[in-house]
């Protein structure tokens, strides 16, 4: 562990290096924030300290918060939704270590981009952290 930030009076945002055997999640877990039906599970704040995973060519990962600190994977929505220009996604694809090809939705409709699931739960659209956030699937940023 690296850093905690604290994201509202229940939640933390928790900065993890290394991770399990499996690296990423298969699908989104029941309270995944990718997840359209668990928008609101988690404060905004949350959301604003996570952003820079979602920038151009970032180093760092969206991690399921599910899996917890000690065996961390990546997020399945974050993989699905939000990694297209991911740095360490894009090396991991390459290397091996992640199978893309195994992740889905499981039938849950999922947030188009970091962006949307932020301002979905309560960050501002104007708000500056926004602002590097690729939009998605067609690599424009906002």
């Known amino acids: 562990m690296t850093a905690t930030r604290p994201a509202g009076k229940n939640h933390q945002v928790v900065t993890v290096v290394g991770g399990a055997a ?10 995944c924030p990718w997840r359209v039906d668990a928008t609101g599970e988690f404060p905004a704040e949350a959301f604003r300290h996570s952003a820079s995973t979602s920038y151009d060519m970032a180093e760092s990962v969206f991690s399921c918060h599910e899996a917890g600190m000690e065996a961390p994977r990546t997020c399945a929505g974050f993989l699905l939704r939000g990694a297209e220009h991911n740095l ?17 939705d ?18 501002s659209p104007s708000d500056p952290i926004l602002a590097p956030c690729r939009s998605g699937q067609d690599g424009e940023f906002l």
């Open 22 to 31: 499996r690296p990423h999640m298969q699908r989104p877990c029941p309270r």
């Open 88 to 104: 360490a996604v894009r090396l991991g694809t390459l290397s091996g270590r992640y199978d893309l090809t195994a992740v889905t």
């Open 106 to 123: 499981g039938g849950h409709e999922l947030h188009a981009s970091y962006r949307a699931m932020a301002i979905a739960n309560g960050v």
